[in-house]
């Protein structure tokens, strides 16, 4: 009766005072399908944006390890080693997160794209543009890196394709996968939390940096398990190139791994640490009452 009278009740004001206390906004849902979408340049630019950044990304990547495995044959130590290959991962994620990040949101890899669309961060046909653009630049990337070391060379140090190590089961390769991929699709939420990037004003600035450590540390943990994959993308480029027959065997790992640890990291964070399923619950509690 008092809101039909144009009145709040105590509990509207309070709810109000909470609201307008609150210094940071979360962004409403993005519409899983937007028409609209398709008609503007900034998608397309985004789009070329992936692209490239997964592009440069494959080629530094993957001509590290090529690198290192040729100099190391050269001159036993001389290579940049399992730290220096980390770094190589690491490092070029961070500085493409940082250059791209405006333009497209940096995801440079479909399970990032796929954790940040379960989220409703990303619509449908966005979301599969970017990964078609970031599986085409990884192809790309790849056969940059074979033009350069040569045929010979970069089949005979197996092209950076992603296969599971001698002594691993199956299964352990797909936890591996999923557990590598969950810590950084963890990160890459955590940081670029609105709550915590209105409150820290740093947050922004780090965020490359941070999800750049995570892709190092996730590497030195698991390269002698699957040479680490973590971004479909990656493995799909290589394996595509180097065309051998174990790589295409163990696909699969380097698809269904990251996909199911970019699920598990999104509900993790949306709705255990943020807690949008309760918060969501109250409100269609509080509009049914």
Wanted: proline residues 5%; aromatic residues 10%; hydrophobic residues 50%.
């Amino acid at each position: 009766m008092a809101a039909a009278e144009g009145k709040l009740s105590p509990e509207g004001n309070v709810k109000e005072d909470m609201i307008s206390s609150k210094d940071y906004l979360d962004p409403p849902p993005t519409p899983l399908f937007d028409a609209g979408e398709l008609g503007k340049w900034s998608l397309y630019r985004a789009v070329i944006a992936e692209f490239t950044a997964t592009l440069l990304f494959v080629y530094v990547a993957v001509a590290t390890v090529i690198g290192h495995k040729r100099q190391t044959d050269t001159e036993a130590c001389s290579g940049a080693g399992v730290l220096g290959i980390a770094w190589a991962f690491g490092g070029m994620i961070a500085v493409l997160v940082y250059c791209t990040a405006g333009i497209s949101g940096g995801h440079i890899n479909p399970a990032v794209t796929f954790g940040l669309l379960l989220a409703r961060k990303v619509s449908l046909p966005r979301a599969f543009l970017y990964m078609a653009a970031q599986c085409l630049g990884a192809i790309c990337g790849a056969a940059l890196v074979r033009a350069v070391h040569g045929s010979h060379h970069y089949a005979l140090y197996g092209g950076g394709a992603n296969e599971l190590a001698p002594g691993f089961s199956k299964s352990a390769g797909l936890v591996a996968e999923a557990l590598g991929t969950a810590v950084l699709v963890y990160t890459v939420f955590s940081a670029t939390d609105p709550k915590r990037m209105a409150r820290d004003s740093h947050i922004p600035v780090l965020a490359p940096l941070l999800i750049g450590f995570a892709v190092m540390m996730v590497h030195l943990a698991t390269i002698p398990v699957t040479g680490t994959g973590i971004n479909p993308a990656r493995s799909l480029g290589a394996a595509v190139v180097y065309n051998g027959e174990k790589a295409w065997d163990d696909q699969w790992i380097f698809w269904v791994g990251p996909f199911l640890g970019a699920a598990v990291s999104m509900v993790y964070h949306q709705y255990v640490l943020r807690n949008c399923a309760a918060k969501s619950f109250r409100s269609k509690y509080d509009i049914e009452a």
